[in-house]
């Protein structure tokens, strides 16, 4: 298989068909973004399809019957479909190790939050993230990179925030910068120091976000090592008023907020990632009428990350209820050591439908488009256009859309192509 993708990409030069695809998903010629409330079941598609990608960017494409006649290197695609490459907007694949002793502790009983008091969870990460070199973390980091990649993610959030103090806050967003620079996937970084209180400021949470505002962000600002700013804003871990004075200081420094938000309660995280005009919003598994109605009066897109809510066995957030009030949701792995140890999408996209009740095609809008708005690269990715990245999934041979979330837990892609590559 490596030699063939190597031989391929050496082959291929700067553009690729693909032929006879059996549906050609998620096709758009003009679209106002995000997807919400009844355009979410909309996934526009043509049957019989061919795509042509040039230079790293979809050139053209369209019916089959009309394939302009091209001396170009040609994917046959008979019985398979594409679909854009996944968007996944929330992840924390920077760490050290895994945690799977806590996960055992939750089978004995104990809670996330029991598991967090305890000085383990994030804490836990923390602590071996501090004696980790750039190095060891860029190799750890780098293969679940490679891991999502083949399972179809194309556009990749990451976050810091098992750093909790300055150089190994920047330490994170350093490997988060290599890993930009070393990948054909588009990823956008995070400063998220405001993850947890680090030991040696319990009980002076103020303190510790002072101590963020003035000492850690300048120096992330002033190196550009973030897109945008992180606070975890619930119950037991950062209060409103905190996330008030982080998300002020971030705009400050053109960090535009993306926050953690109602995970474990109704901590007025939505409304105060809305009064701060987030770009999103993310957990939501606490959200009501006061909620969806904030979001409504908002660009904020609203991102849920069911498989948080599948391992720690929290309630799923109310898709349903978001989307047929008109709102756009987006959904994402949120994978991390802690509370969601997969980067897998199409999982995600199975839980969609089977705990939210999302359509098939309301979970693969959010997890194209939607996940694109939530990273501000609406622009170029999420959808099959012209001028698009060209990057896209091409399944193995599937009956229809909705038998990818059915078949949840099997394999389906047969081929990633990256920005015209193949991985
Ligand atoms: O998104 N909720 C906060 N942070 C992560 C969990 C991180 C961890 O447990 O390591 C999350 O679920
Ligand atoms: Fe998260």
């Not at 907007?89 to 004995?108: C, L, N, P």
């Not at 399972?151 to 959030?157: S, V």
């Not at 490997?175 to 680090?198: M, W």
């Not at 939505?270 to 919003?281: D, E, L, M």
Request: a negative charge; proline letters at 4%; one cysteine or more.
């Amino acid at each position: 298989m490596v030699s063939f993708v190597a031989n391929f990409n050496a082959m291929a030069s700067n553009t690729v068909l693909l032929t006879n695809i059996r549906s050609l998903f998620q096709t758009r010629t003009d679209l106002k973004t995000p997807v919400k409330g009844k355009d979410l079941s909309v996934l526009p598609s043509i049957n019989n399809a061919f795509l042509l990608i040039k230079d790293g960017q979809i050139e053209d494409f369209g019916s089959m019957s009309s394939l302009p006649s091209l001396n170009v290197p040609i994917i046959d695609c008979t019985g398979q479909s594409v679909l854009p490459a996944w968007c996944d907007s929330h992840t924390h694949i920077v760490y050290d190790g895994s945690r799977e002793a806590e996960f055992v502790d939750k089978i004995h009983g104990l809670s996330y939050e029991d598991i967090a008091k305890r000085g383990g969870g994030i804490l836990n990460s923390a602590a071996r993230l501090r004696t980790a070199t750039e190095d060891e973390l860029f190799d750890q980091a780098s293969a679940r990179l490679k891991e999502v990649i083949g399972y179809g993610t194309g556009a990749l959030e990451i976050k810091s925030g098992y750093g909790l103090s300055k150089d190994s806050e920047l330490k994170m967003l350093r490997v988060i910068r290599r890993l930009k620079q070393s990948t054909d996937c588009l990823i956008k970084s995070t400063f998220l120091a405001a993850h947890a209180v680090p030991l040696e400021y319990k009980g002076r949470q103020a303190e510790y976000v002072s101590h963020i505002i003035n000492d850690m962000l300048p120096e992330v600002a002033g190196e550009g090592l973030a897109d945008y700013m992180d606070v975890f804003c619930d119950r037991g871990f950062f209060t409103t008023e905190d996330t008030d004075r982080l998300l002020e200081a971030g705009w400050k420094y053109g960090l535009k907020p993306k926050i953690h938000a109602n995970e474990l309660d109704f901590s007025g995280g939505i409304q105060t990632g809305v009064k701060h005009s987030a770009i999103s919003v993310d957990h939501l598994e606490c959200v009501g009428e006061d909620e969806i109605n904030a979001l409504l009066n908002s660009t904020t897109i609203p991102t849920l990350l069911p498989s948080t809510a599948f391992f720690l066995k929290l309630e799923y957030a109310p898709a349903r209820k978001m989307i047929d009030a008109g709102l756009p949701v987006a959904i994402a792995t949120d994978y991390n050591p802690g509370s969601s140890p997969s980067g897998r999408m199409s999982f995600v996209i199975s839980l969609s439908c089977i705990y939210m009740k999302m359509l098939p095609e309301e979970a693969i809008n959010a997890a194209t488009i939607n996940g694109a708005c939530a990273m501000e690269v609406q622009d170029t990715y999420g959808m099959i256009a012209k001028g698009y990245e060209g990057s896209i999934i091409i399944t193995k041979n599937i009956p229809s859309l909705a038998y990818l979330p059915y078949s949840f837990g099997s394999d389906l892609v047969d081929k990633v192509i990256l920005k015209g590559k193949l991985q």
